[in-house]
């Protein structure tokens, strides 16, 4: 991930020892990256796999974060209005909805953390360079398929095609 990148991996390993299974799941393609980039063997197609791993994680932080937003306002309007046999349960599952949104906020500073590492390294940007291109590629194709003709030029070609002359004549 090029020599800036390296110098921040070998101090920052962004990994919690109690890493939640969404942590875990970037580990393994994070410890193959970093393989691969100490053997020189990083290719832009394992770069493709961590950004997708990471795209999925953001999605499933973001979800996770919504659901636990949307319970802990559930409720703190329980109990606002809960009777004193009530009043303990809420509580406690409050305490359970902070703890878990301790630990989606810990998985999204990793997250954070390694996106930004991916962005400094050379396959990150070669990535993006080919994307670039490609894109730039398939829109002078679609350019050169599609010829700028205005409206009335287009119906004068349309006329003067042998289909419309024999249809005329049949009639």
């Not at 009043?87 to 949104?101: G, M, S, T």
């Not at 953390?113 to 291109?133: D, F, G, H, I, R």
Request: charge should be positive.
């Amino acid at each position: 991930m090029g020599e800036v990148g390296n110098r921040r991996m070998d101090r920052i390993y962004p990994f919690s020892s109690f890493a939640s299974s969404t942590q875990r799941r970037i580990k393994l393609q994070y410890d193959e990256i970093v393989e691969s980039n100490k053997a020189k063997t990083l290719t832009v197609a394992q770069v493709g796999q961590f950004i997708n791993c990471l795209v999925d994680a953001r999605n499933e932080l973001q979800r996770k974060s919504e659901i636990i937003q949307r319970s802990f306002k559930i409720k703190k309007a329980l109990l606002y209005k809960a009777d004193r046999s009530s009043f303990d349960r809420l509580c406690q599952q409050i305490y359970k909805l902070e703890a878990e949104h301790k630990r989606v906020e810990e998985d999204a500073t990793v997250y954070n953390l390694l996106q930004e590492q991916l962005k400094l390294s050379p396959a990150y940007k070669t990535m993006l360079e080919v994307s670039a291109n490609m894109e730039q590629k398939a829109e002078s194709d679609q350019a050169a398929e599609l010829p700028d003709i205005s409206f009335e030029e287009f119906l004068a070609q349309e006329k003067k095609d042998l289909f419309w002359q024999r249809n005329r004549k049949l009639r």
